[in-house]
C-alpha cells in the first residue's frame, strides 16, 4: 500500500491492510489509541522555492518503545483543521514590534478553518488576549506590541507554554501547534550556560505538550539578557527553544544569536511545515503508565518526517 500525500488539496490517503488487521475484541481491551502531530515533506522541499505535487510517502511505520504499532487513520488539513495558539514573550526587545505586521499577515493568511488562540507571557504567567477563534482577521487584530523593557524577570516563557496547553482540551482531537515567539531563556537554576536546556519548567511544558499532541514551533527573539551581551546564554536559551519543539515534532527557527532582521523566512518555512502537518492516531499496546518514546519512519529514504520523540501516558 502507498500513502499518495497530494499536497495542492492536502488529503491522507489510508487503509488499515497497509499495516496489519484489525485488532480483535479481545485485543482492544489492551490497546488504546494515541494521536500525535507529525510533519511528511521531502528532505529537499525546504530547500526550495516551491513544494512537490506529490510525496510518495510510501509506507509509514510508527514504532513505540521500538514494536510497530497499527495506524487507525492520518487527518490532514483538509479534514482536521488546525489549531493554533501563538504565544509572544512580553519580555522582549523592541525589535520584535518590526515584526508584528509580518506575524498579522501570516495569520490572515491561514487556511479558512484554523482556529487561532493570541496570548502573551509575562514573568511564566500566561495571558489570554484571544481566546480560539476561526475569524482570523479578529485574532490578527489581538496581536500587540512589546513593552521592549531593559527588565526581565528571567522567569522564562516555559510556564506560559504549560498552561497553555491546557486551553486545547476543549478542542476536538487533531492538528494541534503552538507558535512560540520567545528566547528560551529561564534564570530560576541561575545564569549557567546550560541552566535554560535544563529547566524544570522546560521538562513540564514538553511533557504536557507532548500528552496533548500540541507540536510548538519556536521563533527566537531576544529579551535583554540575550540580547547579544552574553552568547552563552543566548545559545543555551536556543538549545531549550530547540529542544521544546524537537521533542514535540515542530521546529526552532534562528537567525544567529541576535534578533532576527526578519520573520520573514521563518514563515515561508513554517506554513510549509504546517501544511504538512497530519493527525496520526496509531493503536498502542503499551498500557504502562510514563514515557513511550516513538520513531515515525517512511520506506522511501526520499521522505522526512517531524513527530514528538514520545509522549506521557497517565
Known amino acids: 500500500m502507498i500513502y499518495k500525500i497530494q499536497f495542492l488539496i492536502l488529503t491522507a490517503v489510508f487503509a488499515i491492510s497497509a499495516i496489519g488487521q484489525v485488532p480483535s475484541e479481545r485485543d482492544k481491551q489492551r490497546v488504546r489509541p494515541v494521536t500525535v502531530p507529525i510533519s511528511i515533506y521531502t528532505k529537499q522541499e525546504l530547500d526550495s522555492d516551491r513544494a512537490d505535487e506529490y510525496v510518495q510517502a510510501d509506507r509509514l511505520v510508527v514504532k513505540e518503545?521500538?514494536?510497530?504499532?497499527?495506524?487507525?487513520?492520518?487527518?490532514?488539513?483538509?479534514?482536521?483543521?488546525?489549531?493554533?495558539?501563538?504565544?509572544?514573550?512580553?519580555?522582549?526587545?523592541?525589535?520584535?514590534?518590526?515584526?508584528?505586521?509580518?506575524?498579522?499577515?501570516?495569520?490572515?493568511?491561514?487556511?479558512?478553518?484554523?482556529?487561532?488562540?493570541?496570548?502573551?507571557?509575562?514573568?511564566?504567567?500566561?495571558?489570554?488576549?484571544?481566546?480560539?477563534?476561526?475569524?482570523?482577521?479578529?485574532?490578527?487584530?489581538?496581536?500587540?506590541?512589546?513593552?521592549?523593557?531593559?527588565?526581565?524577570?528571567?522567569?522564562?516563557?516555559?510556564?506560559?507554554?504549560?498552561?497553555?496547553?491546557?486551553?486545547?482540551?476543549?478542542?476536538?482531537?487533531?492538528?494541534?501547534?503552538?507558535?512560540?515567539?520567545?528566547?528560551?531563556?529561564?534564570?530560576?537554576?541561575?545564569?549557567?550556560?546550560?541552566?535554560?536546556?535544563?529547566?524544570?519548567?522546560?521538562?513540564?511544558a514538553i511533557s504536557r505538550a507532548q500528552k496533548r499532541s500540541v507540536a510548538v514551533y519556536g521563533f527566537f527573539s531576544p529579551t535583554s539578557a540575550t540580547d547579544g551581551r552574553n552568547?552563552?546564554?543566548?545559545?543555551?536559551?536556543?538549545?531549550?527553544?530547540?529542544?521544546?519543539s524537537d521533542e514535540t515534532g515542530g521546529r526552532a527557527f534562528f537567525q544567529g544569536s541576535g534578533a532576527p532582521v526578519s520573520f520573514e523566512p521563518f514563515f515561508k518555512d513554517l506554513v510549509i511545515l504546517i501544511n504538512r502537518q497530519f493527525a496520526l492516531t496509531f493503536l498502542s499496546t503499551h498500557m504502562k503508565k510514563g514515557f513511550h518514546r516513538l520513531d515515525i519512519t517512511s520506506t522511501n529514504p526520499l521522505v522526512k518526517i517531524e513527530h514528538p520523540q514520545g509522549y506521557y501516558y497517565r
Open 231 to 244: 552568547s552563552n546564554l543566548a545559545l543555551s536559551a536556543q538549545g531549550a527553544l530547540q529542544r521544546m
Open 65 to 204: 518503545d521500538n514494536d510497530e504499532q497499527a495506524i487507525l487513520s492520518i487527518r490532514s488539513v483538509s479534514n482536521s483543521p488546525l489549531a493554533l495558539a501563538i504565544l509572544v514573550q512580553e519580555e522582549l526587545t523592541s525589535d520584535f514590534n518590526l515584526q508584528i505586521p509580518q506575524l498579522r499577515s501570516f495569520i490572515r493568511g491561514l487556511p479558512k478553518g484554523t482556529r487561532v488562540l493570541v496570548g502573551t507571557v509575562r514573568g511564566g504567567t500566561l495571558i489570554i488576549r484571544q481566546k480560539f477563534t476561526d475569524d482570523l482577521e479578529k485574532a490578527a487584530k489581538a496581536v500587540t506590541i512589546v513593552a521592549g523593557s531593559s527588565i526581565t524577570s528571567g522567569n522564562g516563557p516555559w510556564e506560559g507554554v504549560s498552561d497553555l496547553t491546557g486551553r486545547f482540551e476543549g478542542l476536538p482531537t487533531g492538528r494541534r501547534a503552538i507558535l512560540l515567539v520567545s528566547d528560551g531563556f529561564d534564570s530560576t537554576l541561575g545564569a549557567s550556560p546550560f541552566s535554560s536546556y535544563e529547566s524544570p519548567a522546560l521538562e513540564r
